[in-house]
Every structure is written in C-alpha cells, then in structure tokens.
C-alpha cells in the first residue's frame, strides 16, 4: 500500500481545521454540562416548597440564612457541605443535634429538589456579596 504526504501547506490546514472543530467540540461540551448542572424551574419550585414545609419556620430561618439552626446557604458546613454529605444529613438526620431524618417522610426527589434549592439560594447570596 502506498501513502501520500500532504505537502507543508496542506498539512498545517489540515491542522487548524482540526483545532478548530475540537475547541469548537470543547465549548458544545461545557454548554451541555452547564446545562446539565442547572436545575429546571420545576425542580427549585419543589425544592422551595418542601423547604417551606420542612426547615424553614424553625429551624434553618427563610432562604436558608439561619435561625434556630446554622445558615445552609453560607458556604460553611461542620457536617459535610459536599452533596452526597448534604443528602445524607437530610435523608439520616444528625446524631447529637436537633436535626432529624427525613428520609421516611420525603422521597428521594423530595430530597434531591431540597438540595438544588439550597445550592440555589447559596449562588444568590453569593452574588450579593459581591
């Protein structure tokens, strides 16, 4: 079998072209996954609802910014502030505190619309630091 070089010129276009359709991959890529990431209106709705019914009144305050209970939209968790830690904590409940386990009372969905609208309100407050 025979092969064939480009010539030079040919070689380097081919190579822009290239470069060009992989950063133009890259950025489709990080516009799914940002995607991805953002939950859909429905979902923080859920969230905002199961919190009001849940946390808010007592024990963590509106929003998330702290009562009774510290604030979980601060940035600053002595349990755990990874998703995984959070969900626990929420479905388990807290051994030697007053929180309690809601994994018997809220679903799974119940649980993860919770999350999503307690990461939703820590971007807000955030922002408004800035």
């Given at each position: 079998m025979m092969t064939q070089t480009l010539p030079p010129s040919r070689r380097i276009g081919a190579m822009v072209l290239f470069a060009a359709l992989f950063?133009?991959?890259l950025g489709m890529s990080a516009t799914l996954v940002r995607a991805a990431?953002?939950?859909d209106a429905k979902v923080l709705e859920l969230g905002k609802q199961r919190y009001g019914e849940n946390c808010s009144g007592f024990c963590h305050g509106a929003g998330g910014r702290g009562?009774?209970?510290p604030c979980i939209v601060c940035g600053k968790f002595k349990r755990g502030g990874s998703d995984e830690e959070i969900l626990k904590n929420i479905t388990e409940g807290i051994a030697g505190t007053p929180m309690g386990a809601f994994g018997d009372k809220l679903?799974?969905?119940d649980i993860s619309a919770l999350l999503a609208y307690m990461r939703s309100e820590q971007k807000k407050k955030e922002a408004e630091a800035q």
């Open positions: 950063v133009a991959l990431d953002e939950p009562g009774r209970a679903s799974k969905d």
